[in-house]
């Protein structure tokens, strides 16, 4: 189940952007990127389930001592408490507060067993300095206004799109070949670019309000989303299989286009962005001797998935008519002839990512107040209730409001945050706990939820080739607009 959820959190926004990426850098850089980035975000996973497991070591350790300061203060306890009975003493007490499916070993448990939930803003304070857990805040919260600016962006352009083509001459499609500017008419008098800001005025409107308030119980939304995901996945696919079969397929990829390699980058390591959620993701697991072979086995599926639907999307259509939202591409009559699955899919993205929005910006409001959090302090009702929801939800809506370039926008948060996110943060931890872990239990101790990257090569690898990125991603911006 742990695997089906990270596998739905993998796959998400990110992945409907990817084909119009692939079109744009040709198919054998596309797949040759798409296969690396896959690795070296499994590299880095496997970093974080490491450093999950040296904060519960490192969490148990220091009730351990806790406890023992208690029993020499204690004047009728026991003079003499071993290490292993006080863990034993732990895990029976333990017992009481963890989940009724996760393993009850009789005996001592290893002092590295993940059992408890160590969210990774929690690692950071645990591992890094005061400069350290800044700026792993700073990723963060600049990774969650991205996500924000592209929900906020894909809603409206999808609605513009289906309700601009449902109109006028163009009475089906937005995939014919026919190019739209943001100038054209789309009803009367109002533009299309006039469509798009009146409806990203209405998503603010409906779902800003959110952002004021706790998004809880969000179960039945999560599996409603996650099946309408699934459907419409495997509509595209069908249908563009359907269409190549039949020997309508028009699209003729190049094998390779340097000048499309900069989106491509940050559309795949948006794509495979998960280290954030890890800790909710695996702690529940009950036996997890085995995880880092199924999480292997979960890349590797994502992987075949991501490559199948870039695929079929990029001989299906022509290069110029892909959508920055693959789902639109599928709103013309000629390629689906039934008018339902046409809305559907046009309409998919406005669903699914309306339900995210709230809590996306519920994360980020929380992050603003942990960053600023003073100790023992708490924060007047203004600032609380107004001014962090206010900075959470304005910044995003006015990217939105300056442009709706999705492909950018995912390719610029997944470049710079995303880059943070995936690769520096959990080399970072791995470096820093593997360091804690010999300091406070010596050098001969062996965390059973070791990386398989266990040499510090890995490390400096996953570093030098995340600042490599940055430099890369920010001249090839500045070499752009120059020409520009």
Not at 18 to 26: H, I, L, R
Not at 89 to 102: F, H, K, N, V
Not at 301 to 319: E, G, V
Request: hydrophobic share 45%.
């Amino acid at each position: 189940v742990g695997l089906v959820y990270m596998f739905n959190l993998i796959v998400g926004t990110g992945a409907l952007t990817m084909p119009k990426a692939f079109a744009t850098a040709g198919w054998l850089v596309s797949l040759v990127l798409l296969m690396f980035l896959g690795f070296m975000s499994y590299m880095t996973t496997t970093f974080v389930v490491e450093a999950m497991a040296a904060a519960n070591a490192q969490l148990r350790w220091k009730r351990m001592e806790k406890r023992k300061e208690d029993d020499e203060e204690d004047e009728d306890s026991s003079s003499g408490v071993s290490d292993s009975d006080v863990l034993l003493q732990d895990g029976y007490e333990r017992a009481e507060t963890r989940p009724i499916l996760s393993v009850q070993r009789r005996g001592s448990p290893n002092i590295f067993e993940i059992t408890e939930r160590v969210e990774m803003g929690q690692m950071a304070s645990m591992f890094f300095n005061k400069v350290g857990v800044n700026l792993f805040y700073f990723c963060i919260i600049i990774y969650l206004y991205g996500d924000l600016a592209i929900y906020a962006a894909a809603v409206p352009v999808s609605l513009m799109q289906v309700t601009c083509s449902a109109t006028g001459n163009h009475s089906c499609s937005v995939g014919d070949g026919t190019k739209y500017n943001d100038t054209d008419k789309c009803w009367g008098p109002i533009r299309r670019i006039d469509a798009y800001r009146l409806y990203l005025a209405a998503f603010t409107l409906l779902l800003g309000p959110f952002t004021f308030f706790n998004v809880q119980k969000t179960k039945y939304l999560q599996i409603m989303t996650s099946l309408m995901r699934w459907i419409a996945f495997i509509l595209m696919i069908i249908l563009a299989l359907i269409r190549i079969s039949r020997g309508q397929a028009e699209g003729h990829p190049s094998m390779a286009q340097l000048s499309g390699i900069r989106n491509l980058f940050g559309v795949c390591v948006y794509s495979f962005m998960c280290q954030h959620s890890l800790p909710s993701l695996i702690t529940p697991i009950s036996k997890k001797r085995h995880v880092n072979k199924l999480v292997l086995l979960d890349y590797i599926l994502i992987l075949a998935f991501y490559s199948l639907l870039s695929f079929t999307a990029i001989y299906c259509f022509r290069n110029d008519t892909l959508m920055d939202m693959y789902t639109l591409n599928f709103t013309n009559c000629e390629i689906i002839s039934i008018a339902f699955i046409r809305y559907f899919l046009g309409l998919f993205p406005v669903f699914t990512i309306s339900t995210n929005f709230p809590i996306i910006a519920v994360t980020l409001r929380n992050n603003w107040k942990t960053l600023f959090h003073r100790e023992g302090g708490t924060y007047p009702w203004v600032v609380d209730r107004i001014v962090f929801p206010a900075i959470t939800l304005i910044p995003p809506v006015l990217v939105a409001f300056c442009t709706h370039d999705l492909e950018s926008l995912v390719g610029i948060t997944g470049a710079y945050a995303g880059n943070g996110i995936q690769y520096l943060i959990p080399a970072f931890l791995a470096y820093c706990s593997r360091k804690d872990t010999q300091l406070v239990f010596g050098t001969g101790t062996v965390n059973k939820h070791l990386s398989p990257f266990r040499h510090t090569f890995w490390i400096v690898f996953v570093l030098i080739w995340g600042f490599s990125c940055f430099v890369f991603v920010t001249a090839n911006i500045v070499l752009s607009e120059s020409k520009l």
